[in-house]
């Protein structure tokens, strides 16, 4: 059924609209300024009218979260596909988002896990890794390894990890003789848009080969 527009002639409030909302929000100001008063302030209504439809912010961040990843999918490989290649649906998948979405990076790598929306997104690899063979120890490990090299690759590429952003085109120009390797890869090592699904991939075949040993 259509919501009914409210006495003052404004559409009424919507799940789907308020995280509308909040992407513009998130894309235009960052996570930082999604704010549930900056939220009400961008649909016109008092921040404490989303309450109505959201417990609190997390529940509106996972709703953002959700609306992302739907929008720069796919979905996860068919049941029974290679381990690996399940595996690397969800960071590829994450990498989309924030290719498209540069501000929402955090929504992936720097939230607490505080609702059950939020624990099934680490449970899933998890389980992943549980059903490849890798158990106690050995879980934590190339859980680690594979959380570690993704957020790792994700600041970088998005600019938020420093000034490490390859070469310095002066500095090779006076210094080249003493960094060939450096000078000649210089493009390519400023260029983060490539090669994180191939790395990845090695990383995942050594702890395969490392569980097998």
């Known amino acids: 059924m259509t919501p009914h527009p409210s006495k003052d002639g404004r559409e009424p409030l919507t799940k789907e609209k308020i995280i509308e909302k909040a992407l513009e929000v998130l894309d235009a100001e960052g996570v930082e300024g999604l704010s549930m008063r900056r939220l009400g302030e961008a649909l016109g209504v008092e921040g404490m009218a989303l309450y109505h439809h959201f417990p609190n912010k997390d529940a509106i961040l996972d709703g953002l979260l959700a609306r992302i990843i739907e929008e720069t999918g796919p979905g996860l490989p068919p049941h029974g596909a290679d381990w690996k290649t399940v595996m690397l649906s969800g960071p590829a998948s994450a990498g989309r988002a924030i290719a498209a979405h540069p501000k929402a990076g955090w929504l992936f790598l720097g939230r607490r896990y505080t609702t059950a929306t939020s624990l099934q997104m680490l449970e899933a690899p998890l389980a992943i890794l549980s059903s490849a063979g890798f158990k106690g120890q050995d879980l934590v490990d190339a859980a680690h390894a594979i959380f570690a090299y993704t957020a790792g690759w994700y600041i970088l590429a998005s600019g938020q990890g420093g000034s490490w952003s390859g070469?310095?085109?002066e500095a090779l120009a006076t210094a080249s003789d003493a960094a060939p390797l450096a000078a000649s890869l210089a493009r390519e090592l400023r260029d983060w848009s490539?090669?994180?699904?191939?790395?990845?991939?090695?990383?995942?075949?050594?702890?395969?080969?490392?569980?097998?040993?």
């Open 167 to 169: 070469p310095d085109d």
């Open 194 to 213: 490539l090669g994180m699904e191939e790395g990845l991939m090695a990383l995942m075949e050594g702890l395969e080969a490392r569980l097998g040993s």
